[in-house]
């Protein structure tokens, strides 16, 4: 049986106060006048599953206008049995996340218990958008996929703050530069993990992608996408030893022109994946239409990877997309979509809950009715 949620309970959780709901296990159509607390249903969901929302950068923005903390308990059916998922926030106490019961130490022990694709609309210009969007991109789904990824992008991150203030503050303070060579040493050893990851996951990216593409497309298109990472890496998806020789080539040759632009010049954060439809580039040639369709291929791959890899389709999280989508689009995301469960949400005058079934849920005034 496929991973689901069965229920969801709030405590000032962004517009919901109070607030407790059961699920259908297949489709759960969520509609409402927009600003009413659809999205933010789905965020508590996605939250539940990673520790992360993908909307808000800091926890904080969680919990209601007025309140000192959040609380989100989740029912969670997964790997043949029961789970209960408390997640603790408040302003100025560090979360507390518990399965079971039991203290989960990081984010990753969540992911371990259920997984969720979210999409939403500015997921379809994920192709349009700058190089930042398609990191984030492989940055979501690899931290569901792989716990050691989400370990080393977060001592990546580290390392790379420190480093870039003590560029930035370099010519007041030429004494930090004798910090530089640890941070360099620690963006080297954990830039190669993020490197191997990356180019091993947009490997198995790019066929289901293309696929998907295809048969939107009608056969008509051929979709390609490539990891771009920095030039003296020449075989990304090797080994990390050997990945950390090349980086460290890398940034020694751009050592002096770090310190002249007081700018972190070199590692994985200027990564890129390179989109082609027949060949070209899809950001500076294709259609709106065909950029569309990319995304879309790209995102329904995305849960393709994670059913493959846990043995489960994960819960997808639908969010007002498909009202962005020609029917043809519709079409083909409705027809890929059975197989696991499935949340989506749609204005009032939307025809979807009578066309999908399942069970309906009106959301007003951040109450579900």
């Known amino acids: ?18 607030q407790s709901v059961t699920f259908d296990p297949d489709c759960n159509v969520i ?19 990673c520790g992360r929302s993908p909307r808000a950068r800091r926890d904080q923005e969680l919990i209601s206008f007025g309140a000192d903390d959040t609380r989100i308990t989740g029912n969670v059916f997964s790997r043949e049995r029961d789970f209960k998922m408390e997640i603790d926030l408040g302003r ?11 203290p989960a130490k990081n984010a990753a022990a969540l992911s371990e218990v259920f997984s969720t694709v979210f999409f939403c609309p500015d997921d379809l210009y994920l192709i349009r958008d700058g190089a930042a969007a398609r990191r984030k991109f492989l940055d979501t789904a690899l931290c569901l996929l792989r716990p050691k990824y989400a370990a080393a992008l977060g ?12 560029l930035r503050d370099s010519e007041e303070r030429p004494d930090l530069l004798k910090t530089l060579p640890d941070f360099n040493e620690q963006l080297i050893r954990w830039g190669a993990v993020l490197i191997h990851y990356r180019a091993q996951y947009t ?37 990390t030893a050997e990945l950390a020789k090349q980086l460290r080539t890398h940034m020694e040759a751009h050592f002096q022109a770090e310190l002249a632009s007081r700018l972190c010049l070199s590692g994985p954060h200027k990564d890129d994946l390179l989109v ?34 846990v043995g489960e389709y994960p819960v997808l999280l639908l969010d007002d997309v498909l009202s962005e989508l020609d029917p043809k689009r519709q079409e083909f995301v409705l027809n890929r979509i059975a197989g696991g469960q499935v949340f989506i949400t749609c204005c009032e005058d939307d025809r979807l809950p009578q066309m999908l079934g399942g069970k309906v849920l009106h959301v007003k005034h951040g109450t579900i009715g």
């Not at 001592?155 to 003590?166: S, V």
């Open 31 to 49: 509609f409402g006048e927009n600003a009413e607390g659809k999205t933010n249903l789905l965020e508590a969901i996605t939250y539940l599953s």
């Open 92 to 102: 100025g106490k560090r979360r507390k996340m518990r399965v079971n019961g039991v």
């Open 276 to 309: 082609t439809i027949n060949g070209q580039d899809a950001k500076a040639f294709s259609s709106q239409g065909q950029t569309r369709t990319a995304a879309l291929s790209m995102k329904l791959a995305e849960r393709e990877i994670l059913k493959n890899a």
């Open 155 to 166: 001592e990546y991150n580290r390392a790379y703050e420190h480093k870039t203030r003590i």
């Open 203 to 239: 490997q198995r990216l790019a066929e289901y992608a293309a696929a998907n593409h295809q048969e939107c497309s009608g056969g008509k298109e051929t979709l390609q996408i490539r990891y771009q990472t920095i030039s003296t890496v020449k075989d990304p998806p090797a080994e």
């Open 1 to 18: 049986m496929p991973m689901r949620v069965d229920g969801l309970t709030l405590q000032n959780f962004r517009s919901y106060r109070e």
